[in-house]
């Protein structure tokens, strides 16, 4: 059995280098619309968790010894951001190349695996699946900061579906997070893949979510404000979900005030 997630997350990780392979060091140092973060912090980070993911893979006591310095960080000063800038010395060009070279090298291993093996991790362990999946989600999530700031605009591709089930799969959580009542029904999801496929979830019961599975990733992974999307949302359960919809662990974090990114 192939883990297709690992290939996802190579394709994903090829399309952003490719928009960013002519940059020099400058053009790696430029502010994306996230946080005041540069390029280079992007690939900082998710050189940083590519590593761990590995680890968790290839060297359990190495992956304590990384991953529990970076938890101790975030709660001594509330940001993992110093501890990976400490653990990834490379910069500009290099950094770049470095980040790339780990994906190459790690997907094709992970695409190997049982999709079901169970890894060690900072929270619950997780399936091979899950991990893959969370690094493609990662890198096309911080990937979009990128592209917004290079005036580019992405293909994507039916690979996005990753995504997409993962916003699915975190509905409960994005409520739970939140200090919110989980609903009893998910909402309809009618989303319109990239090859024109219609991808459908849920019940009606709960409401119904319309549009392009771009866009709702976009909104699970907080990096368009609902409004800025052409998602269609009717009902109260639909609505709530929407305004509060985060794909990715830690604490609650708030989506982007409309036309700040893009």
Request: charged share 20%; glycine share 10%; proline share 5%.
């Amino acid at each position: 059995m192939t883990l297709s997630q690992a290939q996802d997350f190579l394709a994903e990780s090829e399309a952003l280098h490719a928009a960013i392979a002519d940059l020099d060091d400058a053009g790696l140092r430029q502010t994306t619309q996230f946080k005041g973060w540069t390029i280079e912090d992007v690939l900082v980070h998710l050189h940083f968790w590519n590593r761990g993911a590995d680890l968790a893979a290839r060297d359990a006591a190495a992956f304590q010894e990384v991953i529990g310095g970076a938890m101790t960080s975030l709660k001594e000063t509330g940001s993992l951001r110093g501890t990976e800038n400490a653990t990834i010395g490379a910069r500009g060009t290099t950094l770049r190349d470095a980040w790339i070279d780990l994906v190459r090298d790690m997907a094709p291993r992970w695409a190997e695996m049982d999709p079901k093996t169970r890894l060690i991790w900072v929270g619950p362990s997780m399936s091979a699946r899950s991990f893959m999946t969370a690094r493609q989600m990662e890198t096309w999530a911080h990937g979009m900061e990128i592209f917004d700031t290079l005036g580019l605009s992405r293909r994507d591709r039916d690979r996005i579906r990753n995504i997409v089930i993962l916003g699915v799969n975190t509905f409960g959580w994005s409520h739970q997070v939140h200090g919110l009542p989980v609903p009893d029904t998910m909402p309809k999801l009618d989303l319109t893949a990239p090859s024109g496929a219609l991808w459908e979830f849920g019940d009606a019961a709960g409401g119904r979510i319309t549009g392009s599975a771009t866009d709702f990733a976009a909104v699970v992974t907080q990096t368009r404000a609902l409004a800025d999307t052409g998602l269609q949302v009717q009902g109260a359960v639909a609505e709530t979900w929407m305004a509060n919809a985060q794909c990715f662990a830690g604490p609650p974090e708030t989506p982007p005030a409309p036309g700040t990114r893009g």
